[in-house]
Every structure is written in structure tokens, then in C-alpha cells.
């Protein structure tokens, strides 16, 4: 869910953020078990990213259906029957490593005041030009 830093001022907004994104994952996976339920189906099995999207994909259907319950139940159901067709495949032994694929930017650290400032000019050439 894009959580390797909060943009957030102060440790309160931080504490906040993070019970929101708790809720959100509780939710999702509260979804995930109610579309496997009676199937023969691990919740390891299901995918945390896919069963977002098809949320996300089934998030404007439900807009004006409040009023008709017997087409949310239909709208409920095929979700659950999308979550549920969104399984992993097993393989034993491979190996999956977590690696970081936020770089340093290019440009070097304001460590001066603007006006003092001098930028170094060897990195110009890493800018992207265009």
C-alpha cells in the first residue's frame, strides 16, 4: 500500500495515518474471507494487490444500489466470485527478495542557505534533459 514513508508533519498525523491504513488492510482482508468462504480456498492464496484492484474496479457499482437490495446482493456476489478467482500460484522453493527501488535523486542536499548556496557541477549531467 505504498507505506515506506508518511507525508505528514507531525507524530500525531503519523499515528493517525497508520491506524487509517490498519482499518483499510482489515477491511480488505475481512473481504477476502468473506469471498472464500465455503470454498476450498487458503486466505494465503488470495492476493492482497488483486483483490484491491477489483475493489477499486467494483467501487462505482455500488454507487446507486443502496436503494435496491436485491442488485447489491447480485453486485456482492460477483465481487466475492472475482476475489475469490484471484489466487496466487503456489510454487515451492521459489524464492521472492524484498529489494528497494527508491534511489537517491540526483541532486545533492541544500546544506546552505539559497543565497550562499553553490550547486556542484559535476552532477548536472545525471539531470534528465528534456
Known amino acids: 500500500m505504498q507505506l515506506k514513508e508518511f507525508r505528514v508533519r507531525n507524530p500525531a ?4 495515518t497508520l491506524r487509517m491504513v490498519k482499518i483499510v488492510y482489515n477491511l480488505i482482508k475481512i473481504r477476502q474471507m468473506e469471498a472464500i468462504r465455503g470454498e476450498a480456498i487458503c ?3 488470495l492476493t492482497f494487490k488483486d483483490t484491491r484492484g477489483v475493489l477499486n474496479e ?3 457499482r455500488f ?3 443502496l436503494q435496491h437490495p436485491r442488485l447489491l446482493a447480485k453486485e456482492r ?4 466470485e472475482r476475489i475469490a478467482e ?3 500460484l503456489i ?7 524484498t529489494a528497494i527501488k527508491l534511489r537517491p535523486k540526483p541532486f545533492q542536499y541544500l546544506t546552505a542557505p539559497r543565497a550562499e548556496f553553490t550547486e556542484i557541477f559535476h552532477r548536472s549531467h ?3 534533459t528534456g
Not at 498525523?13 to 493517525?16: F, W
Request: aromatic share 6%; hydrophobic share 25%.
Open 126 to 128: 545525471y539531470k534528465k
Open 77 to 80: 456476489e460477483k465481487l466475492e
Open 63 to 65: 454507487g446507486g444500489l
Open 13 to 16: 498525523m503519523a499515528r493517525k
Open 43 to 45: 486466505l494465503d492464496e
Open 58 to 60: 467494483f467501487r462505482s
Open 91 to 97: 510454487r515451492p522453493g521459489r524464492s521472492e527478495p
Open 86 to 88: 484471484r489466487t496466487l
